[in-house]
T-cell receptor, first 113, second 114 residues
């Protein structure tokens, strides 16, 4: 089992719709969770961080965390073509190297005009 | 500078040669990470430095890979006797908060081994 799993996609949504991106993780002790956006040929850019169960909103983005289910998601409201990118979920574990940030392989999002 | 700086941006080398990749983190950031990203793949953790602590080298793929961080700032990733499978984008990230902190990435070095 991979430590951080994401559906590779592509996830295709029409402009203006809500895009829902999902991520599961294997380390139950994980404490910190991040979503990055990566445009083709560019480096990852931090979008959201979340540390507590529940929802965290920032503009059009909402991160959701459920530690009991080991599940973290990112919702993008009013999706725009400029949101088309690969979205990477990343998790910091609890045991061992506590600051090792582990990434999923990413979900490719395509927003259709 | 304002962000994480990496050099060179592109490096083409011949199989068997050694290469050095440089990362200059954001000023004041105590944590520094190296990742590798192959074409179409996710980010593979390589090594992590935190202050004066011993680095976490658990992600280095072989003993041909090594990294140093001098004076708690600039880091150099060295790949000896490069192989074609080493071709990838090498990304550096730095962080101010040691636990639970977010990471900010440089633009990366694209390494091509011929």
């Amino acid at each position: 089992q991979k430590e951080v799993e994401q559906n590779s996609g592509p996830l295709s949504v029409p402009e203006g719709a809500i895009a829902s991106l999902n991520c599961t993780y294997s380390d139950r002790g994980s404490q910190s969770f991040f979503w990055y956006r990566q445009y083709s040929g560019k480096s990852p850019e931090l979008i959201m961080s979340i540390y507590s169960n529940g929802d965290k909103e920032d503009g059009r983005f909402t991160a959701q965390l459920n530690k009991a289910s080991q599940y973290v998601s990112l919702l993008i409201r009013d999706s725009q073509p400029s949101d088309s990118a690969t979205y990477l979920c990343a998790v910091i574990g609890y045991g061992g190297a506590t600051n090792k940030l582990i990434f999923g392989t990413g979900t490719l999002l395509a927003v259709q005009p | 500078g304002a962000g994480v700086s990496q050099s060179p941006s592109n490096k083409v080398t011949e199989k068997g040669k050694d290469v050095e990749l440089r990362c200059d983190p954001i000023s004041g950031h105590t944590a520094l990470y190296w990742y590798r990203q192959s074409l179409g793949q996710g980010l593979e953790f390589l090594i992590y430095f935190q202050g004066n602590s011993a680095p976490d080298k658990s992600g280095l793929p072989s003993d041909r890979f090594s990294a140093e961080r001098t004076g708690g700032s600039v880091s150099t990733l060295t790949i000896q006797r490069t192989q074609q499978e080493d071709s990838a984008v090498y990304l550096c990230a730095s962080s101010q908060i040691t636990s639970g902190g977010a990471k900010y990435f440089g633009a990366g070095t694209r390494l091509s081994v011929l």
